[in-house]
């Protein structure tokens, strides 16, 4: 669980990453940046809540990431992070 939580937060890491460094070559203002950190600030909670269960839950979310995984499928962190406002004009209630 806990290498699964650091892989995530690490991609999460980098979307916050390429926004500075677009705000560095004049691509973003602040304001767009700061926007950026938010919604890192609501996908790493939601990614903290998930992987941080104890007892039996434990096995039940590694089974969900391991049935996922082996689908080829994943949790959209970063989508999940993003605010209910942006979720309405993208038509998505991820």
């Known amino acids: 669980m806990s290498a699964y939580h650091e892989a995530r937060l690490g991609e999460l890491v980098e979307h916050v990453?390429?926004?500075?460094?677009?705000?560095r070559a004049g691509q973003l203002d602040a304001f767009e940046v700061d926007g950026v950190i938010h919604?890192?600030?609501?996908?790493?909670?939601r990614l903290w809540t998930f992987c941080s269960q104890?007892?039996?839950?434990?096995?039940?979310?590694?089974?969900?990431?391991?049935?996922?995984a082996a689908e080829g499928e994943a949790i959209?962190?970063?989508q999940h992070?993003?605010?209910?406002?942006?979720?309405?004009?993208e038509g998505s209630d991820a």
């Open 54 to 68: 104890s007892g039996a839950q434990v096995e039940a979310t590694a089974q969900v990431i391991e049935d996922m």
């Open 39 to 45: 919604q890192y600030h609501r996908a790493a909670q």
């Open 81 to 89: 992070g993003m605010s209910a406002k942006a979720r309405r004009a």
């Open 17 to 23: 990453g390429r926004a500075v460094d677009r705000f």
């Open 76 to 78: 959209d962190w970063w």
